[in-house]
């Protein structure tokens, strides 16, 4: 590296460490364990888990896991990609440093994860009830958290376009899931 680039480097470096302990103090300062909203935000981050462990198709464990995991991280990467543009924000977090891991790591991938599982085992249309719940997410449940304060929207994102961050991100997770799917059955050998 150049002089100047690492210098601009070692910049950005430090603006995100600063950014890291100035979350932090916010954490302790309104997020913490004394308040109802990170109780209610733990509850979300916990209570699907439960859910998964008690009632998951275990004969399809693996396929259902894979599509809940590829919900997760397709949200996780959205989510991150909002809050550092500034478009969407929580304002209060389980962990000071993860700021929407319960919706992403939790509530939302296990919720399409029993939706997929119940198309699965009764041979229902996947993209109809992706739709329905995008639907029930972006118009009901994200207008909730607003009202509560645990979820902030910024600059030009609004409720539409928040229902088509859901539905885009439950597809493509299906496809992703589709994919392997096929790749296991395929006669193409591995090298």
Known sequence: MTQTVNEYFEQLV????????????YWFAYSNFSTWQFWTNLVMLIAPLILVYLFIDRSRIYQIGF??????????????????YGLWGYPYHVLPFLPSISLDAS??????????????????NFHLYAFLTALAFGFGFKPILVMYGLFVKYKWVNYIIIFLIYLVLFEGAY???????????SKIKSI
Request: charged residues 15%.
């Open 107 to 124: 509530l939302i991938p296990v919720a399409i994860m029993f939706v997929y599982q119940w198309t699965l085992e009764r041979n229902k």
């Open 67 to 84: 599509f809940g995991y590829s919900t997760h991280v397709l949200f996780a990467y959205t989510d991150t990609s909002g809050i550092r």
């Open 175 to 185: 496809m992703l899931t589709s994919l392997f799917q096929k790749m296991k059955t």
């Open 14 to 25: 430090s603006s995100q460490e600063n950014l890291t302990h100035q979350g932090v103090a």
